[in-house]
């Protein structure tokens, strides 16, 4: 009974009981709870059902018995997301130990053959409902609303940082162009430290930033660097798989996130 319990709890929040506490504690005093709607700091992290799921009152109110209706569980979601976010900014760092550095090196030059390199980088569009303020913006190549999140990932499917600043109208070179994440290297190169990225074609080819070649003919070098670039690429869309597959809210319930988009640097 302890274990399915354990389980089904995970199953929702996507943490462990332990973890749950963890975040609780660090919140908590971030969360105004003092309210006419006696909504507790603990029933508000329940929320994090929604991240899990992707569902709303469904979870929260039938599987654990935190009755709300719906306009105060969004207003209490709203009031969740931006102390998690401060908390996330803490655990989230594109700085690296050494011997993180070296072993990340280790990885993607025995996947990929490219010195240097210790994170990839990608992005991901996430399906929105259709924005009440200047929709064009956000409705992507393929037609739909979205918002186009920047992720950077390193050997272990841990990701060091996300920029979800961005409508879905917005190409990845000019998100790139104007990011934090681009100023980090660039600043770690002007001091002498050769880290590197990989990147998809989308992205431009920078000291910092290793590409594919564009156009390449079957069996020459540029196809065959291609190849092997893409073998150390490709951890950061199995980054975002998982991330999108842990966190439903990011497929949505019916495909698509029902809530105010929040813009932010993590």
Not at 147 to 172: P, Q, T
Request: hydrophobic letters at 35%; glycine letters at 6%.
């Amino acid at each position: 009974l302890i274990s399915s319990f354990i389980c089904r709890f995970l199953q929702c929040f996507r943490v462990t009981k332990p973890i749950f506490s963890f975040i609780l504690e660090k919140i908590e005093p971030h969360l105004e709870c003092i309210k006419s709607n006696g909504v507790s700091a603990k029933i508000k992290l329940a929320c994090l059902i929604f991240f899990g799921e992707g569902r709303y009152q469904h979870g929260t109110g039938q599987d654990f018995h935190v009755a709300m209706a719906q306009k105060t569980f969004s207003n209490t979601l709203r009031d969740l997301i931006p102390p998690l976010i401060t908390l996330l900014g803490d655990w989230r760092q594109l700085n690296m130990t050494e011997s993180e550095r070296m072993e990340a090196k280790q990885y993607f030059f025995e996947r990929s053959g490219i010195s240097d390199v210790v994170m990839c980088v990608d992005g991901t569009h996430i399906r929105i409902v259709k924005p009440k303020y200047r929709p064009l913006r956000y409705n992507n190549r393929k037609n739909y609303y979205s918002l186009n999140a920047m992720i950077v990932c390193d050997h272990k499917y841990r990701i060091r940082a996300a920029d979800a600043r961005f409508s879905g109208s917005h190409h990845d070179a000019y998100i790139w162009s104007i990011s934090p994440i681009r100023k980090h290297f660039r600043d770690l190169h002007s001091s002498g430290i050769t880290d590197k990225l990989l990147g998809d074609a989308g992205y431009p080819s920078e000291p910092w930033l290793i590409t594919p070649n564009r156009n390449t003919d079957s069996g020459t070098q540029e196809s065959i660097f291609n190849t092997f670039h893409a073998r150390g690429r490709n951890i950061v869309e199995r980054t975002i798989g998982i991330l999108k597959s842990k966190f439903r809210c990011l497929l949505g319930a019916d495909g698509r996130l029902n809530y105010s988009h929040y813009t932010t640097y993590v």
